[in-house]
């Protein structure tokens, strides 16, 4: 019989191929490399503690023969190594309850993003054939609408960075890091890695698709629901609720009324106009804080020195990124959606306003490096009005258009020159996806909260990474849409409104969710709540 152990802390030089990791870690346990029987990676990461000591680190499965692992283990337990048995968690999927209801028609499924999908596929998966409704278009459609408006066409409404399969997520790196784990994630990446994601974000400490790889793990992801009986709608946009008696009956679209009895709410951040129609249906909404700030862009070769030091530009080591948060100004600034070799793009979804965000591809092979730098923004800073957040943002968003010429030019400011309180002039080097900046002074662009939280904490981050944060830094702003201002309430347990028996808020729009993964897993839950409460539709 044959038994699995985990073994930690493996260290590999950056020269070290993957292949002799086995050999590494039986030698470690005191065992011949013919003990391993079979190997997997289980974690890796980059140990950048110090630059002159830049090593991979490596967690492991190794599955061995019993006697042989009874010997690892007891040698380890004697030497203090960090080996113990190993036991995969499982997923756990439960399916319908013994009181679950059959539907009376199939599940809906409201947006298409990394939430949508996942629960969609997975409902599909369980036999309920759902309809997924998107009111965007599908991705290689999306692709030359977004292709278009960087050539310094029009901003398309309905299908542009934001709206369109894969939601927001498309166009936003693809990073897969999540601040939770367990069996949850781990389905949604082996989803997305079966998806023709490479298999290494399964064990990556800092998993990454790149922007270039989405559309087609988006568009497979879409083939695969709909071979198992479900169906997709493009360019229909879900416009009003019909609920009775507190149940959920139907839906009203651009392309006419969908019967429904359960709906999976996930539109993603940005759908303004539906927060809009919730509140005036009687959903329940509840400002939420969010982040707010600007989109600090650098040279990627002073992040690799920062970073690498004197193993700066090691074929093994690829673009470095940062992590960097402080206490400035009253409140916390911090970075975050950190794109090493990437691109600072506008995160618009609809005509006459402004927002910047970043993205980069698999080769991180832009020579700029960016980063949010946000603050949070707490509801009793606004107003008690439940989408007193969206109309904070719209404010900032509506003057950066103006100030950018009215035809989206990104307002840009070396860092220096905003922390001197002198405007910009000329033009400034920046990866913008549109082309068009404009330099100028951005502090009557951001919140009073944002511009002092900025002052004060710049030099303090300058500091942390080696006087080379700032650089040759720009600031490109405002940068408003990296989470919703918004909560739609659910039950803790079963995941539907309080207010409408059958509708399930789901993912980043809802509030509950922070990232491509983590509104992959809300997906998913929301799904596995659906099959407990209801059965497929005969």
């Known amino acids: 019989m044959n038994t699995s152990v985990k073994i930690n802390n493996l260290r590999l030089e950056l020269d070290d191929p993957e292949e002799t990791l086995p050999t590494r870690a039986a030698g470690r346990l005191g065992l011949g490399p013919d003990s391993v029987l079979r190997w997997r990676i289980l974690r890796k990461s980059l140990d950048a503690r110090r630059a002159d ?44 309850g013994p009181d679950a209801r059959p539907l009376d028609h199939r599940p809906v499924v409201i947006g298409a993003g990394p939430a949508g999908l996942i629960a969609g596929y997975l409902l599909a998966l369980n036999g309920y054939r759902p309809l997924v409704l998107e009111r965007g278009r599908a991705v290689k459609d999306r692709v030359a609408d977004v292709r278009r408006f960087d050539s310094g066409g029009a901003i398309d409404p309905e299908s542009n960075y934001l709206f369109g399969e894969g939601g927001a997520g498309t166009f936003s790196d693809g990073k897969l890091t999540s601040r939770s784990g367990g069996p949850d994630v781990h389905r949604v990446l082996e989803i997305l890695a079966d998806c023709h994601g490479k298999p290494s974000i399964l064990y990556e400490h800092r998993p990454h698709l790149g922007s270039n790889r989405l559309p087609l793990i988006v568009r497979t992801l879409r083939k695969k629901l709909e071979d198992l009986g479900g169906e997709v709608r493009f360019s229909c946009r879900v416009e009003d609720l019909d609920f009775a008696d507190g149940r959920l009956r139907g839906l009203g679209t651009s392309s006419g009324y969908i019967a429904a009895d359960a709906a999976v709410l996930a539109v993603g951040h940005s759908a303004r106009d539906t927060y809009d129609m919730l509140l005036r249906r009687g959903v329940p909404l509840l400002a939420k804080p969010f982040q707010f700030g600007v989109r600090i ?18 074929p093994a080591l690829g673009a470095a990124d940062y992590g960097l948060s402080v206490r400035a100004g009253g409140c916390d600034l911090f970075t975050f959606c950190m794109c090493a070799g990437g691109y600072v793009m506008p995160s618009v979804s609809e005509p006459g306003y402004f927002s910047s965000n970043g993205m980069s591809e698999s080769r991180h092979d832009s020579p700029f490096a960016n980063s949010g730098l946000v603050v949070t923004i707490d509801p009793a800073e606004t107003s008690s009005h439940p989408l007193a957040g969206v109309h904070f943002q719209q404010r900032y968003e509506r003057a950066a258009y103006v100030a950018g010429g009215r035809s989206y030019a990104a307002p840009i400011q070396w860092a220096r020159d905003f ?12 990866s913008y996806t549109r082309s068009a900046t404009r330099a100028m002074d951005l502090g009557p662009l951001l919140p009073e909260k944002v511009a002092r939280a900025l002052l004060k904490g710049l030099p303090i981050m300058d500091r942390r990474l080696d006087r080379r944060f700032l650089r040759d830094a720009t600031l490109t702003g405002p940068e408003s849409r990296g989470s919703s201002p918004v909560r739609i309430p659910r039950d803790p347990d079963s995941r539907q409104s309080p207010a409408v028996a059958g509708l399930y808020p789901c993912g980043e729009g809802a509030g509950y969710a922070g990232g491509i993964v983590s509104a992959a897993v809300d997906g998913l839950r929301t799904a596995r709540s659906l099959v407990a409460a209801f059965a497929p539709p005969r």
């Open 53 to 96: 000591d830049l090593h991979f680190s490596y967690a492991m499965e190794l599955e061995l023969p019993a006697d042989a692992a009874e010997r690892a283990l007891a040698a380890s337990a004697r030497a203090g190594l960090a080996v113990q048995p190993y036991l995969a968690e499982s997923f756990d999927w439960p399916g319908s």
């Open 419 to 430: 922390l001197n309180g002198r405007a910009s002039k000329g033009t400034l080097p920046s």
């Open 297 to 314: 862009e650098q040279p990627q070769e002073q992040i690799n020195k920062a970073q690498h030091g004197p193993r700066e530009g090691h």
